[in-house]
């Protein structure tokens, strides 16, 4: 294939001609047309254009620039919105006593137009040409002109010869076309070389021309253009939607014969037809850039030996043609050549000859087939916009259910912007992916029961988000009213924070970590002394907020024989520990000065298991007697057992309990123990004598000027002794040496 030889003479010929103005003018079929009128606004030039608001004033227009004012420029007016030409041209009509009126194209072999005709988005409709010269278009022929913003509605252009459109038939260097639209109520056909929808031949840029009527020629035909010519040029966000037949070789869906230049962001739709070197986007190229096109087209060669045609590219005859971005086509358009529909790897997106990729890539990475599923899903529009949803896009697609696009499209409508979200699945090895036209679109993650919250009875917890417990998603409300939540990382639960106090307990069989968890009891206004308490974490006794000391009650209770038989004294021994165990029964002297009247126990990272609010097992208590004489005796034979405990929880006490009362004393505890308190249990022989119980605090601080608190678990009396004791408990009989003792339940010193 061969670039056709054009006339040299247009670019040369020009002459000077004065404009004709108000009288009839032959036109070249020989017929006499409506009287022309000069347009009574502008001047022509490029910042003030003739304003164009009937066909008269159209016509004036063209004889203006065909009698050599080849430069003047017009624009068809705001309030304008068809320029019929029914009156200036037509097909013959007896019923009407009309003979055929052909339309005299603006701009010929002897005046080219060379200056800008704004359409402003108006329609010219009723364009009728029959005729056997050449260049035949609304415009015949131009060079370095810009046109735009036009749409042709029931264009009927017929012509014997070469370089026909509806447009312009020959559009030379230099020309810029814009925003051209072809209705599907036009049809064209065209004689000999370079027919298109809307230029025979071009050699410039065009951008956002569309053409739906359907176009039929012998050589070279085009959906858009029948030649396209020249480096640095580009079509651009151009669609053909007609079908395309060429009766001899070279039929492409946008260009019939490419010689060189760039088609970007363009599609066809229509099928398409010739003998040979056929294509949904060009029927033949010399050299091409293709980026980002698509091609849905039935593509038919109907050669009887070799017909080459391809789904997007009938041939390139050299080797410069490049592809970049994606070259999309429909994988369920038939490839026809010689009459047999090609299967498997006879069908081809280049019928002849081969393009080269960009670095790293090859075909299968640009030329895609699609299926007509993935066509309406969205999935080829996103992936022509370059995998993006955000910024400038040229590629559409309307994803309603009920009113879709079956293709993505170049027209920018409102709500037709693809967007795309990949969804994973945490629970299995897959993924599905999706798009819309919704913008809140968003990749995600699916997950199990990622909706709503559910009850474990078995764990006394609310699960919550994803119940894959290997995902990070996975996490569950530890406690039954679905408050506290629990998080996972590093595969563990975490509670940031957990607050724990005498009115509530967490009720759940959940296994977690609080990072930091905290107990406090409201103290009365003004409270001193001592209180007990009994933790299910570890504290530092130092750091308990509100408290001077806390003392772990140690592993044993001494019996104290007295004079008077009716009473039984015990000693509670208390230690000074840094760190004091969870479960340990703690009394708890408090601070003398305590503005918020609060006890308040942290520690960190406790971990918090099944049996964290069990109350803790109580400790036996040792007890034996003593005579003062012959030293520690066997197990006091008063008590058949004594223990020493704590709770969690409000708990009822067996009988034989004592607690802390408020006042500040051990009684015989009725009704539950709150929660975090201790307890003593005393269970007296059945043969031992009745008697009134009287425990004592050991406090080891030998600074305390307090000394020992006797405390009547009996009646609740204050009861001494005049006997005199050693700090370990023994008795001393006669006049005591030089040290601390104790009498009367108070710390003395013998100097």
């Keep these: 294939m061969y670039e056709k030889e054009t006339i040299t003479q247009i670019e040369s010929a020009r002459h000077d001609a004065a404009a004709r103005d108000g009288y009839p003018h032959a036109l070249w079929g020989g017929a006499w047309a409506q009287t022309p009128s000069k347009p009574s606004s502008g001047d022509g030039k490029v910042d003030n254009p003739y304003i164009i608001t009937k066909a008269e004033e159209l016509a004036w227009f063209r004889d203006a620039v065909n009698d050599g004012n080849y430069e003047i420029c017009a624009k068809i007016a705001d309030n304008v919105e068809v320029i019929d030409l029914k009156d200036f041209c037509h097909a013959a009509d007896a019923s009407q006593n009309l003979k055929e009126l052909s339309w005299e194209p603006i701009g010929n072999s002897d005046w080219s137009y060379v200056g800008t005709f704004d359409g402003n988005g108006k329609t010219i409709t009723n364009l009728y040409i029959n005729a056997t010269q050449a260049y035949m278009g609304l415009f015949g022929i131009i060079y370095q002109s810009t046109i735009k913003n036009l749409t042709f509605e029931n264009a009927n252009v017929t012509n014997t010869e070469n370089n026909i459109g509806i447009l312009a038939g020959y559009a030379g260097n230099g020309n810029t076309l814009q925003n051209i ?120 060669s109907t050669a009887t030996s070799i017909g080459y045609a391809g789904i997007l590219v009938g041939g390139i005859n050299s080797s410069s043609g490049t592809a970049s971005g994606i070259l999309a086509y429909n994988s369920s358009a038939k490839l026809t050549i010689n009459k047999t529909e090609q299967t498997g790897e006879a069908v081809k997106a280049i019928g002849k000859g081969s393009l080269t990729y960009p670095d790293g890539k090859n075909e299968a990475d640009v030329v895609k087939a699609f299926t007509p599923e993935q066509l309406k899903s969205g999935e080829v529009a996103y992936l022509l916009n370059g995998s993006k949803s955000e910024g400038k896009l040229a590629w559409y697609q309307k994803l309603s259910e009920t009113d879709a696009d079956a293709y993505p499209v170049l027209v920018a409508a409102e709500g037709n912007t693809v967007y795309f979200a990949a969804y994973d699945y945490c629970y299995k090895d897959d993924k599905s992916i999706k798009y819309g036209n919704d913008p809140t679109l968003k990749s995600t993650t699916y997950h199990l029961d990622i909706e709503g919250v559910e009850f474990d009875a078995d764990k006394h917890i609310y699960h919550m988000g994803c119940r894959n417990e290997n995902c990070p998603e996975h996490k569950f409300a530890a406690d039954a009213d679905g408050t506290l939540k629990a998080t996972k990382s590093d595969g563990k639960f975490y509670v940031e924070e957990l607050n724990l106090t005498d009115a509530k307990a967490i009720n759940t069989q959940a296994q977690f970590t609080v990072k930091k968890l905290q107990y406090s009891r409201q103290l009365t206004e003004g409270q001193k002394g001592y209180v007990t308490l009994c933790l299910p974490f570890d504290i530092k006794a130092a750091e308990v907020a509100g408290a001077e000391k806390c003392y772990p009650v140690g592993n044993m209770m001494i019996h104290m024989p007295t004079n008077d038989a009716s009473v039984l004294k015990f000693v509670l021994m208390l230690d000074e520990q840094s760190v004091i165990k969870a479960g340990t029964p703690m009394i708890v002297k408090l601070a003398a000065e305590n503005a918020a009247q609060k006890l308040v126990a942290t520690a960190q ?10 109350n803790p097992t109580a400790k036996s208590l040792t007890l034996r007697d003593w005579d003062g004489k012959s030293g520690f005796m066997t197990i006091c034979h008063e008590l058949t057992n004594a223990s020493i405990g704590g709770v969690y929880t409000t708990t009822p006490m067996a009988e034989g309990s004592y607690s802390f009362r408020a006042d500040g004393k051990f009684g015989i505890h009725t009704g539950d123990l709150s929660p975090y308190r201790i307890y003593l249990n005393v269970q007296p022989s059945q043969s031992a004598s009745s008697r009134t119980m009287l425990f004592s605090i050991g406090l080891p601080d030998d600074s305390s000027t307090t000394g020992i608190r006797i405390i009547s678990l009996g009646d609740g009396k204050q009861t001494g002794s005049s006997v005199i004791y050693t700090l ?8 005591p040496r030089k040290g601390i003792y104790i009498k009367n339940g108070k710390k003395f010193s013998v100097k």
């Design 181 to 300: 639209k072809i209705s599907n109520t036009c049809q064209i056909k065209g004689g000999n070389d370079y027919t298109g929808g809307i230029v025979g031949y071009l050699d410039g840029n065009a951008y956002n021309c569309v053409n739906y009527a359907t176009v039929q020629g012998t050589e070279d035909v085009g959906g858009l253009f029948g030649f396209y010519s020249r480096d640095g040029n580009s079509m651009t966000a151009c669609a053909n939607y007609g079908n395309v037949t060429a009766s001899s070789y070279t039929a492409g869906g946008l260009v019939g014969y490419f010689k060189s230049g760039t088609i970007k962001d363009c599609a066809n739709y229509g099928d398409i037809t010739g003998t040979s070197n056929v294509g949904n986007l060009i029927g033949n190229a010399q050299s091409c850039n293709l980026n980002n096109v698509l091609g849905t087209g039935n593509v038919t």
């Design 605 to 614: 990272n406790v971990e918090y298991s099944a049996n964290f609010f069990a």
């Design 728 to 735: 370990e408990g023994q008795r001393v009989m006669g006049t």
